[in-house]
């Protein structure tokens, strides 16, 4: 089992719908990621959090240590949300070396 | 006004070949870091530095070396390339260990 779980593995919406991708982990952390790969390659981090809740623009991301869940929120999605969205987190245990989850890939359809 | 720049961005290369993969950022962060994305896209570590010094070393073999001149730059030195070195290689940078990272383009190495 991995230590960082995503789901979905891959989701298509219509544009303007409200997306929900979910992360969930094992290990005991010091901090989330969540980044966006494009199809190009590259990757933006977009948030790290270690309580509460973050917004940036349409991107709301949330946590709950006591639950090791995280979900990362797009409101009013947007075709060029299309990426792969990656959760990671800093594992405590292991010399806060990141653990990556295996991506969600998003398709916002127009 | 790029923030992590590394080059080049594509490179293919026989086997038994040495080669570097640049990496710069200036954002003025303490800790760079040099990550391999495999096939199945999964991102692992491989060195990280803070101050021109290493802190991670991940099971690497040695044909991997990281040169860290200033805290600006982290450049990655392959010896002897091997089929299996063929990857995309990204570089990162971040404030100070364990803080947000921010991310190169990535280098896409294909060994031949």
């Known amino acids: 089992k991995n230590e960082v779980e995503q789901s979905p593995q891959n989701l298509t919406a219509q544009e303007g719908e409200f997306i929900t991708i979910n992360c969930s982990y094992s290990?005991?952390?010091?901090?989330l990621h969540w980044l966006q790969q494009h199809p190009g390659g590259g990757i933006v981090s977009l948030f790290m959090?270690?309580?509460?809740?973050k917004k940036h623009g349409r991107l709301i991301a949330t946590i709950n240590i006591q639950e090791k869940h995280s979900s990362l929120h797009i409101t009013a999605s947007h075709p060029r949300d299309s990426a792969v969205y990656i959760c990671a987190v800093n594992n405590m245990d292991s010399n806060y070396q990141l653990i990556w989850g295996a991506g969600t890939k998003l398709i916002i359809k127009p | 006004d790029t923030a992590v720049s590394q080059t080049p961005k594509y490179l293919v290369t026989q086997m038994g070949n040495d080669k570097s993969i640049k990496c710069e950022q200036n954002?003025?962060?303490?800790?760079m870091y040099w990550y391999k994305q495999d096939s199945k896209k999964f991102l692992k570590i491989m060195f990280s530095?803070?101050?021109?010094?290493?802190?991670i070393n991940e099971t690497v073999p040695n044909r991997f070396s990281p040169k860290s001149p200033d805290k600006a730059h982290l450049n990655l030195h392959i010896n002897s390339l091997e089929l299996g070195d063929s990857a995309v290689y990204f570089c990162?940078?971040?404030?100070?260990?364990?803080?947000?990272?921010?991310f190169g383009q990535g280098t896409r190495l294909t060994v031949v």
């Open positions: 990162a940078s971040s404030l100070r260990d364990y803080t947000e990272a921010f």
């Open positions: 954002l003025g962060h303490d800790t």
């Open positions: 530095y803070n101050n021109k010094e290493l802190i």
């Open positions: 959090l270690s309580s509460g809740k």
């Open positions: 290990v005991g952390i010091s901090a």
